[in-house]
């Protein structure tokens, strides 16, 4: 069974976000390293990025599959994780302790098209 955390936010894609303020880390779920396999390469936005909830922002790849990744809110990219770049299985290793993103919110209301913990463990089983 993968790990999911409580005090996150999730989407129906495999992307969470854990909110700080007016910021929100964005990463891959514990659901999603497992299906990809050993991670290989993160495909991830600049500093200064416009993301947007439920629009593409990168892509995850595995010896076995790529994968598109989804962002879970909306704002400019602030931080990208740039320990991904040289060492993507990172994620594999622990997907919620090693964010993709770090992204200054542009619409805080978004949290609520996202699931909680309990509706997003609901979907993975």
Request: charge should be negative.
């Amino acid at each position: 069974m993968s790990k999911v955390l409580d005090g996150l936010r999730y989407a129906e894609s495999h992307e969470w976000v854990k909110v700080e303020g007016e910021f929100g880390y964005v990463g891959i779920t514990d659901y999603a390293q497992h299906q990809l396999g050993n991670i290989v390469y993160v495909d991830m936005p600049e500093v200064d990025d416009e993301v947007t909830q439920g629009e593409e922002f990168g892509a995850v790849e595995s010896v076995k599959a790529a994968s598109d990744l989804i962002s879970p809110v909306s704002g400019t990219v602030v931080e990208i994780n740039e320990k991904l770049e040289d060492a993507p299985e990172a994620l594999n290793e622990d997907a919620y302790a090693n964010w993709i993103f770090k992204v200054k919110l542009s619409d805080p209301s978004e949290m609520d098209n996202l699931m909680d913990a309990a509706a997003y463990e609901a979907i993975c089983e």
